[in-house]
Structure formats: structure tokens, C-alpha cells
């Protein structure tokens, strides 16, 4: 059986390496940093900070850096008030199922094509990854009313026994959104760079490819795991017009689609920030909790030696 081969790690010349380490060049990287920290900070921190102060001191501070500080009549008023005006809870719970189940079967089905692609060879395989990668540029709005039609023709077995059209459920806000040429690509790339030798050696011990996925090539993409776990969580958490063509009932409505309640009679811009706030916080946590492997997936996905 064959070795294992390692490949060097690149050596940068020296001129590039002392130019990086320069004082000037230092400082302009530093520089870019903050001001990138500041486009894509500073609104968040709008949003968390507004969310504690009335309305009329919001527009108040708009002209000022109060704007962004937590400084005047600090309230609660705002969160208690989006636990009034609509069915949060509810909300919540309906945005949780549909992520986690989105999630959790993506990751399935989007390992298990990309294996098959990147470890079993077979006539028409790159074919098909070619075909699967070209619905990259496909944008959804150009195929969310086809999507609709199609999803209302489909079967479905409720309680009044077998039926026709799959809208206003939970099933048409996860299933079309379970296989993601996206997720295939990078968990192809990352299983491309495990070395094929590991095979080998499994399949001499009687292992068949199932097996193989399941003990020797998915313990070693975690990485790509959580990766694609937070790319599929993201659309799937903040999605808005697909729910919002599906879905009629109050019961099935995600979180993103409730805040449509607040642009009615008697629009308070304190509890949109607080919604809005309060919807974005899994986001964020899930982000901080697995950005290492995030980063480390796509370091390892996108260079390749």
C-alpha cells in the first residue's frame, strides 16, 4: 500500500516578507481592518443601541455620535412591547424548526453528493459536478414562481387524509432548500484533500463506501462541517420572500416575516430595532461559537498545494 505523501508548505521570499513587516504596511492593514470593523460594526451597534431608547430620541440622536453610544432615557419598553404586538414566541419556534431541519438535512444529503462526486469515480462524474456548480449564477428569484407552481402540485398526507399542494407547511420552507451546490462544492474541495490512501487502507479491512463516509472522511471534515452549517443556517434563518409567498397562517410564519407587523398603524422604530435585535442574536451566537473551524474551512477549501 502506498505512503502517505506530504506536501511542503510554500516558502515566501524573503523581499515580500520583510515588505509586509514593514511599519508602513503594518499600519495600512491595521487601518484597513478598523475601517472594516466600522461599515460592518457600526450598524449593528445602531440597531442594539436604539433598541433601548424611545423614539423620539432616536430621530434625536441621528445628528450626533449619540447615535451609537447608550447614553439618555434608557428603556425596556421596546422588547416588552414586540412580546405585545406579535406572537414571538411562536415566531421563534417556527424559525428554529425550519433552520435546524434545514441544517441538519443539508448536511446529509450535500456530504453524502459530494463524497460520491469526489471519492467514487464513475461515467459522467465531472458532468455532473459541472452541471451542479452552473446553478451557482441561476439566481432564486428567477426561479421562485416555477418553484411555487411545482411545490402547490405536490401530494401531502394530513389529517383530512391525502391532499394536493404543499403550501402553507413547514415541508415548503425546508425541502427546497435541502440540496445546495454551494455546500457540495465545499465539502467536495474538503474531502478532496483527505488522502485517498485512508481509503485504501479501510477498504483492506472490509469497509464499503458507506462506511468509509461515515468512520473515516466525515470524522476528518469538521471543519467543512460547521462551515456549511453556518452558510445554510444563515439563508434558512433569515429568509423572508420565499416565506413569505408560501406561508398564510400565523402558526407557520418564521421570525424574518414577522416583522411585517411593525410596518402597519402606529410604526415604533424602538421595537423594530429591538426585533430585529432579538432575531439576529442566534446568528451572532452561533457565528462566535464556531468561527475558527468557519475560517479554517475556508483557508483549507481555498488553497490548495
Known amino acids: ?62 445628528a450626533s455620535i449619540n447615535a451609537f453610544l447608550p447614553v439618555g432615557d434608557l428603556t425596556l419598553e421596546n422588547y416588552l412591547g414586540v412580546f405585545d404586538r ?31 462526486l469526489s471519492r467514487i469515480e464513475f461515467r459522467g462524474q465531472k458532468i455532473i459536478l459541472t452541471v451542479i456548480l452552473a446553478t451557482l449564477i441561476v439566481p432564486f428569484e428567477t426561479m421562485a414562481l416555477p418553484l411555487l407552481w411545482w411545490s402547490n402540485q405536490l401530494p401531502w398526507i394530513d ?23 454551494f455546500s457540495i462544492y465545499l465539502f467536495y474541495q474538503y474531502f478532496d484533500s483527505i488522502p485517498r490512501e485512508l481509503d485504501e487502507a479501510a477498504r483492506v479491512d472490509g469497509a464499503n463506501w458507506f462506511r468509509i463516509y461515515r468512520s473515516v472522511v466525515m470524522p476528518l471534515a469538521g471543519p467543512a462541517v460547521a462551515t456549511v452549517a453556518i452558510l445554510t443556517f444563515l439563508p434558512a ?17 418564521p421570525a424574518m ?38 475560517i479554517s474551512s475556508i483557508a483549507s477549501s481555498g488553497v490548495k498545494g
Open 237 to 253: 434563518w433569515n429568509s423572508y420572500l420565499w416565506p413569505l409567498m408560501v406561508v398564510q397562517s400565523e402558526e407557520l410564519r
Open 159 to 181: 389529517a383530512n387524509g391525502l391532499s394536493q399542494g404543499w403550501l402553507d407547511t413547514y415541508q415548503i420552507q425546508i425541502v427546497p432548500f435541502i440540496a445546495n451546490a
Open 257 to 294: 416575516v414577522g416583522i411585517d407587523y411593525f410596518k402597519q398603524l402606529n410604526v415604533s422604530w424602538g421595537q423594530i430595532m429591538a426585533y430585529a435585535t432579538i432575531i439576529t442574536a442566534p446568528v451572532l451566537a452561533l457565528f462566535i461559537s464556531f468561527q475558527r473551524a468557519f
Open 86 to 116: 406579535v406572537p414571538f414566541a411562536r415566531f421563534m419556534l417556527n424559525s428554529i424548526i425550519v433552520s435546524v431541519l434545514t441544517v441538519g438535512l443539508g448536511l446529509l444529503v450535500n456530504s453524502m453528493a459530494a463524497f460520491a
Open 1 to 62: 500500500m502506498s505512503t502517505i505523501k506530504h506536501t511542503p508548505k510554500a516558502k515566501v521570499p524573503p523581499a515580500a516578507a520583510a515588505a509586509h513587516n514593514h511599519p508602513v504596511a503594518r499600519a495600512a492593514v491595521a487601518l484597513g481592518r478598523v475601517l472594516l470593523a466600522l461599515i460592518f460594526g457600526l450598524p449593528l451597534v445602531f440597531m442594539i443601541v436604539s433598541s433601548f431608547k424611545p423614539d423620539n430620541q432616536i430621530f434625536a440622536d441621528l
